[in-house]
């Protein structure tokens, strides 16, 4: 079954400091792959997606992410953390062996150190 | 605007007192679904819809019901609720012609069963 496993419950950075977000998942055939960001009190939305096109993403607010088949990895990373990037980051997996509905990981809590 | 709207956004009730909360979105998305946010949970599929009348159980169904009469509102019922049923729920909807179609979020309802 597939699955989606992210590291770390917590990431703490200073602003302007590298930030990575790691996810892994677990799948028998290359899943398509999501990272979704919820700031307070609001809803989800879409960060970016792998769609088995390029191996390396870009998304919305100067995030990216790359697809790892052989680490089976899909880490999101920013190269300056900004204030607003303060939230929770999800990371899910949609594929046959999900019967195509998303699997999501348990979530990061981005937190920005001034 | 573009949207998924949820109401209540916070309701606080007592064990097995009937509750609805509806769920509405205006982009003529044949994709509905609910989920569950619980902290270190992620997000748990409660049940979704893959167009009017179709509606199928999600990871955790037991205690909810669903109805998908127009294509437009997805209401999610709890008939008896339990205090396990405590949570932040989020509707969500999509095109679905395609996996990878982007989810739209609602805002979320708080929901807390005493």
């Known amino acids: 079954a597939q699955s989606v496993t992210q590291l770390g419950s917590h990431v703490s950075v200073s602003e302007g400091a590298l930030v990575l977000l790691r996810c892994n998942y677990s799948?028998?055939?290359?899943?398509?792959l999501f990272w979704y960001v919820q700031y307070p009190n609001q809803g989800l939305q879409l960060l970016l997606k792998?769609?088995?096109?390029a191996t390396l993403v870009k998304g919305i607010n100067g995030f990216e992410a790359e697809f790892k088949k052989s680490e089976t990895s899909f880490h999101l990373t920013k190269p300056s953390a900004h204030m607003s990037d303060a939230a929770e980051y999800f990371c899910?997996?949609?594929?046959?062996?999900?019967?195509?509905?998303?699997?999501w990981g348990a979530g990061t809590k981005l937190i920005i150190k001034p | 605007e573009a949207q998924v709207t949820q109401n209540p956004r916070y309701l606080i009730t007592v064990t097995g007192k009937k509750l609805t909360v509806t769920c509405s979105q205006n982009?003529?998305?044949?994709?509905m679904s609910w989920y569950r946010q619980d902290p270190g949970l992620g997000l748990r599929q409660i049940y979704y819809?893959?167009?009017?009348?179709?509606?199928d159980k999600g990871d955790v169904p037991e205690g909810y019901k669903v109805s998908r009469k127009e294509k437009r509102n997805f209401p999610l019922i709890l008939e008896s609720p339990s205090p396990n049923q405590t949570s932040l729920y989020f509707c969500?909807?999509?095109?679905?012609?395609?996996?990878?179609?982007?989810?739209?979020f609602g805002p979320g309802t708080r929901l807390t069963v005493l």
């Open positions: 969500a909807s999509s095109f679905y012609r395609k996996v990878t179609d982007t989810q739209y």
């Open positions: 982009m003529n998305h044949e994709y």
């Open positions: 819809s893959m167009n009017v009348e179709v509606t």
């Open positions: 799948s028998s055939v290359p899943p398509y």
């Open positions: 792998y769609t088995s096109a």
């Open positions: 899910a997996v949609i594929g046959p062996e999900s019967n195509y509905q998303l699997i």
